[in-house]
């Protein structure tokens, strides 16, 4: 235990914060976690994050840079090392089976001037972006750490932790995802988020030469697939099996081809939930996937984690108490966040069972005017 911790302070940074300053402690280490860790850090609280894994996590998986997750990204302040990190792009095209455009999905610029409009990156080189973000104003980072008791002391979570502390901080941030048992316990709720269908498979892949845009690719078996460039040299592609019965699409077989047989891959399923309001109990409070878990559609699973970060943030810079930065954050995201997981789940099921009823344009246009707009 003790090599344990004497490694966690090793990959941590000793916080230089003012007495007065919030002790706030992140429950998980994943992108949502590590941006709401950078962020209160930048407000000038003391944090630190712990997390039950042993480091980082590394998969290959993309993250789909829209416009107003640039934005957010820009104003957290890692936009330029994300930038740095990944490929820009203009514009989604949306192709059938054969590769022939049906139309286009505008991406707007929401950052500032000097910015593209939107990018695709790795995940893991974002969440590495986050973390030394957060660890660069002071945040401390404690692996194979763990919540294994939680108590109430004046309204206030006390946190027992498998490294033997017992912590009870002025804000305690739960970003330990869709499944977790302890939000559950937390708020005294039982619930999960509800699968919609297939699972999908994300990969990466070799960029073709002049592949310089994202593309959504719809087929009439059921099939999907969504392709992004992540680097000068690499593709990330998030691909659904559709009807097992039918062929891959022409557009998709020399892309699929590029793979080799030990490629990496991830299989998900495709989930979809959310938290009713209150998304706080006392002075905690539920971010990311713990209060959203939206399908990956339109790029607003990881653009709405780090709107929760840029909202607490913000909250945290006005000076509240802890249980008011908690009350308001829930008042803040919840409805907001709400009409975004309806859309982008609506999104979701017409891709599964494609009709005429439901327009995948307008409900991406509906959607980038909310957005726009800051929360």
């Known amino acids: 235990m003790a090599s344990r911790q004497a490694a966690a302070l090793l990959t941590s940074r000793s916080p230089d914060k003012p007495a007065s300053a919030l002790h706030v402690c992140v429950v998980g280490a994943g992108l949502a976690g ?15 994050v712990i997390d039950e894994r042993s480091a980082l996590a590394t998969h290959p998986t993309h993250v789909n840079v829209v416009p107003n997750l640039l934005r957010d990204l820009v104003a957290l302040g890692v936009g330029a090392d994300c930038v740095k990190a990944g490929f820009p792009y203009r514009a989604i095209r949306v192709m059938d089976a054969r590769g022939r455009n049906c139309c286009e999905l505008p991406t707007p610029r929401l950052a500032p001037v000097g910015y593209p409009e939107a990018l695709g990156m790795a995940h893991g080189e ?17 692996w194979e750490t763990r919540v294994e008791g939680l108590g109430w002391n004046m309204g206030r979570a006390t946190l027992t932790l498998s490294d ?11 970003a330990s995802g869709a499944l977790s ?11 999960a988020p509800v699968c919609l ?17 994202a593309s959504l690719v719809l087929d009439s078996g059921g ?4 392709i992004v460039p992540t680097s000068p040299s690499t593709i990330g592609i998030a691909l659904t099996s559709g009807d097992a019965s039918r062929p891959v699409p022409p557009v998709l077989q020399p892309l699929l081809a590029r793979l080799a047989p030990d490629t990496p891959r991830v299989v998900r399923p495709l989930l979809a939930g959310f ?6 109990r006392g002075n905690l409070i539920c971010v990311g996937e713990c209060a959203h878990t939206l399908p990956p559609h339109f790029g607003q699973s990881a653009a709405q984690a780090v709107e929760d ?9 006005q000076g509240l108490s802890p249980a008011a930065v908690a009350e308001r954050f829930s008042e803040r995201r919840h409805a907001r966040a709400q009409i975004v997981y309806e859309l982008v789940t609506q999104a979701a099921r017409a891709q599964l069972s494609p009709n005429e009823e439901t327009d995948l344009r307008a409900l991406f246009l509906r959607l980038s005017r909310l957005v726009a707009e800051s929360a």
Not at 126 to 142: E, T, Y
Not at 181 to 191: F, N, W, Y
Not at 223 to 226: E, G, T, V, Y
Not at 309 to 317: C, E, K, R
């Open 34 to 48: 590590l941006a709401c860790a950078a962020a209160a850090a930048a407000a000038g609280s003391c944090v630190e």
């Open 181 to 191: 048992p302890l939000r559950d316990a937390v708020l005294q709720i039982r619930t």
């Open 309 to 317: 970060a840029i909202v607490l943030q913000q909250l945290l810079a």
């Open 197 to 213: 269908g297939h699972e999908w498979t994300y990969t990466h892949s070799p960029r073709p030469h002049g592949f310089d845009h």
């Open 126 to 142: 974002l969440v590495g972006i986050l973390a030394k973000a957060a660890q660069d104003r002071g945040a401390r980072l404690f």
């Open 275 to 280: 938290l009713q309001a209150p998304w706080h």
């Open 223 to 226: 099939q999907r697939a969504f």
């Open 164 to 174: 033997g502390r017992e912590i009870t901080p002025d804000l305690t941030v739960l």
